[in-house]
């Protein structure tokens, strides 16, 4: 397909000339009759049918998305030997629908750049935001009355199926209601959903009482298994033993980041359609990057979502306004009785941390990593309001609770995905994990819950790199832009 000398089509020209491969890989990008993605290999543009379907209107040289196999990277070692890979290589699943999905926001930029796995960016050794298969995949495990025990599948679901599952879980009736984009759509458990409930995994015959979910996140899924392997995440394994491992992983959206998926994850709705659309984002409007890891932002995430999105919570009560939810450093919160971000927004209190449960399940050796320290207590605190909530101090005993712990994402990023700081991270995040579980038991509701364990999006293990500086290069190539995250062209 012959480009016009547009601003955009320069861009592209300068993003996968040669020159540029050992730091852009892809550049991905909306075009007049659909979309389009680039690198110095090859191109494909391609377009979504009326039914939904994926057309291909053009295709040169060897495209970046041309690999979508699922069965890619699964262990450790075969991880490893492709790493390296471009994102023609190892494109992930589903990265057409991640596409198009990306550009109905109304802050999307004209242009994401992937960056090449050779470049590390953001000091990062390990990384995710792109399309590439390793960064795509997070772990799902699920266990406990209405969950069938398949054991480990080579099978896989969405990040958007997640809150449609849970839903169906919960005994939320199917009813109607629209997809992300507003069109009606029945047998939907919440009233926006573009996910699809998983029906492989539910035992439709069993409704447990209770539902909890614990978000490990950024979780490498092939150190997660490498982990239970080891007889390291003893909670984890006792899940598997007892339930369904998706070994092709829960597989997240473009951007495979955390707000983006995290929000996916808790409503149902793709990123580009659910309002929260990455960590950060130009607001062309406003003239603003809107940057939700700036914690005054970041605790008031849930502000962002769209018009008629509904979380877990909020379904749930629409069904059952007595039930009880709770949640912990979470940003898919509202609607909960307790919220962690909730409790900070408004100034409420949250329970104290003792000296000695601050220090419990802590890799000493690590504490002097400051992403390991500062993440450590993140978490310590989240286990413990997850055991405050189970003792039933803020309300009645949870019909459904979400529990995000943040250890791995920050030692995955600082160590890379298969590091010693991240099998202490796994470790330590097992653990807290298990005494949640031990209140649950406690409580006497134990055999009645239905566990669930998931990430957000996946971790790569970059090469490192000299930093390179995109901005500059953009400025000095004549584009006149607005970048975001390092990624995101925001032509002017
Ligand atoms: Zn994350």
Same mark, same amino acid.
């Given at each position: 397909?012959?480009?016009?000398?547009?601003?955009?089509?320069?861009?592209?020209?300068?993003?996968?000339?040669?020159?540029?491969?050992?730091?852009?890989?892809? #550049?991905?990008?909306?075009?007049?009759?659909?979309? =389009?993605?680039?690198?110095?290999?090859? %191109?494909?543009?391609?377009?979504?049918?009326?039914?939904?379907?994926?057309?291909?209107?053009?295709?040169?040289?060897?495209?970046?998305?041309?690999?979508?196999?699922?069965?890619?990277?699964?262990?450790? @070692?075969?991880?490893?030997?492709?790493?390296?890979?471009?994102?023609?290589?190892?494109?992930?699943?589903?990265?057409?629908?991640?596409?198009?999905?990306?550009?109905? +926001?109304?802050?999307?930029?004209?242009?994401? #750049?992937?960056?090449?796995?050779?470049?590390?960016?953001?000091? *990062?050794?390990?990384? &995710?935001?792109?399309?590439?298969?390793?960064?795509?995949?997070?772990?799902? !495990?699920?266990?406990?009355?209405?969950?069938?025990?398949?054991? !480990?599948? /080579?099978?896989?679901? =969405?990040?958007?199926?997640?809150?449609?599952? !849970?839903?169906?879980?919960?005994?939320?009736?199917?009813?109607?209601?629209?997809?992300?984009?507003?069109?009606?759509?029945?047998?939907?458990?919440?009233?926006?959903?573009?996910?699809?409930?998983?029906?492989?995994?539910?035992?439709?015959?069993?409704? /447990?009482?209770? #539902? #909890?979910?614990?978000?490990?996140?950024?979780?490498?899924?092939?150190?997660?298994?490498? +982990?239970?392997?080891?007889?390291?995440?003893?909670?984890?394994?006792?899940?598997?033993?007892?339930?369904?491992?998706?070994?092709?992983?829960?597989?997240?959206?473009?951007?495979? +980041?955390?707000?983006?998926? &995290?929000?996916?994850? *808790?409503?149902?709705?793709?990123?580009?359609?659910?309002?929260?659309?990455?960590?950060?984002?130009?607001?062309?409007?406003?003239?603003? &990057?809107?940057?939700?890891?700036?914690?005054?932002?970041?605790?008031?995430?849930?502000?962002?979502?769209?018009?008629?999105?509904?979380?877990?919570?909020?379904?749930?009560?629409?069904? @059952? /306004?007595? %039930?009880?939810? %709770?949640?912990?450093?979470?940003?898919?919160? =509202?609607?909960?009785?307790?919220?962690?971000?909730?409790?900070?927004?408004?100034?409420?209190?949250?329970?104290?941390?003792?000296?000695?449960?601050?220090?419990?399940?802590?890799?000493?050796?690590?504490?002097?990593?400051?992403?390991?320290?500062?993440?450590?207590?993140?978490?310590?605190?989240?286990?413990?309001?997850?055991?405050?909530?189970?003792?039933?101090?803020?309300?009645?005993?949870?019909?459904?609770?979400?529990?995000?712990?943040?250890?791995?994402?920050? *030692?995955?990023?600082?160590?890379?995905? &298969?590091?010693?700081?991240?099998?202490?991270?796994?470790?330590?995040?097992?653990?807290?994990?298990?005494?949640?579980?031990?209140?649950?038991?406690?409580?006497?509701?134990?055999?009645?819950?239905?566990?669930?364990?998931?990430?957000?999006?996946?971790?790569?293990?970059?090469?490192?790199?000299?930093?390179?500086?995109? %901005?500059?290069?953009? =400025?000095?190539?004549?584009?006149?832009?607005?970048?975001?995250?390092?990624?995101?062209?925001?032509?002017?």
């Amino acid at each position: 397909m012959t480009l016009a000398d547009t601003p955009i089509s320069r861009l592209e020209s300068f993003l996968t000339d040669s020159s540029m491969t050992r730091y852009v890989d892809t #550049v991905v990008m909306r075009t007049d009759d659909g979309f =389009r993605a680039a690198s110095a290999d090859g %191109a494909v543009d391609f377009r979504e049918a009326p039914d939904g379907s994926i057309e291909i209107l053009a295709e040169s040289g060897d495209h970046p998305l041309r690999n979508q196999a699922l069965d890619q990277g699964i262990g450790t @070692e075969a991880e490893i030997a492709v790493e390296e890979a471009s994102l023609g290589e190892l494109a992930t699943p589903l990265a057409y629908e991640s596409v198009v999905q990306y550009f109905d +926001a109304e802050h999307a930029p004209d242009a994401a #750049v992937m960056w090449s796995p050779q470049q590390m960016f953001h000091d *990062c050794v390990g990384n &995710h935001g792109s399309l590439g298969g390793i960064q795509a995949r997070a772990p799902f !495990i699920a266990a406990g009355p209405g969950i069938r025990p398949r054991g !480990i599948v /080579p099978e896989h679901l =969405r990040t958007v199926d997640v809150a449609p599952t !849970i839903a169906a879980l919960l005994g939320i009736p199917a009813g109607d209601g629209v997809d992300g984009r507003g069109r009606a759509r029945s047998g939907v458990r919440l009233e926006m959903q573009d996910g699809d409930e998983i029906t492989d995994l539910l035992d439709p015959d069993e409704r /447990p009482d209770h #539902v #909890v979910v614990f978000l490990w996140d950024g979780v490498n899924p092939n150190a997660l298994h490498d +982990a239970v392997d080891r007889g390291e995440a003893p909670g984890i394994a006792s899940l598997i033993e007892r339930g369904t491992s998706y070994r092709h992983g829960c597989i997240s959206a473009l951007p495979t +980041a955390t707000l983006a998926n &995290h929000t996916t994850q *808790c409503t149902g709705v793709f990123p580009g359609r659910s309002g929260v659309l990455h960590n950060t984002w130009y607001d062309r409007n406003r003239g603003v &990057h809107v940057d939700l890891l700036d914690y005054h932002q970041m605790i008031r995430a849930r502000d962002h979502l769209a018009p008629g999105v509904e979380t877990i919570h909020e379904a749930l009560k629409r069904h @059952e /306004p007595e %039930a009880f939810t %709770a949640t912990t450093y979470e940003y898919g919160d =509202r609607g909960a009785d307790y919220s962690t971000y909730a409790q900070m927004t408004t100034n409420g209190p949250i329970p104290t941390l003792s000296d000695a449960d601050r220090r419990l399940h802590r890799t000493e050796d690590f504490m002097g990593v400051k992403e390991f320290r500062n993440a450590s207590i993140y978490d310590a605190h989240s286990r413990n309001e997850a055991l405050h909530v189970w003792r039933g101090e803020f309300g009645a005993l949870p019909r459904y609770s979400w529990f995000t712990f943040n250890l791995t994402d920050a *030692c995955g990023h600082a160590g890379g995905p &298969h590091s010693e700081i991240l099998h202490a991270a796994i470790r330590d995040t097992d653990a807290r994990m298990r005494d949640v579980l031990a209140e649950i038991e406690f409580a006497g509701k134990l055999d009645r819950t239905a566990v669930i364990v998931l990430a957000d999006h996946g971790m790569q293990r970059f090469a490192i790199a000299e930093p390179f500086d995109l %901005a500059g290069a953009l =400025r000095d190539a004549g584009i006149d832009a607005v970048l975001n995250d390092d990624q995101y062209v925001y032509l002017r």
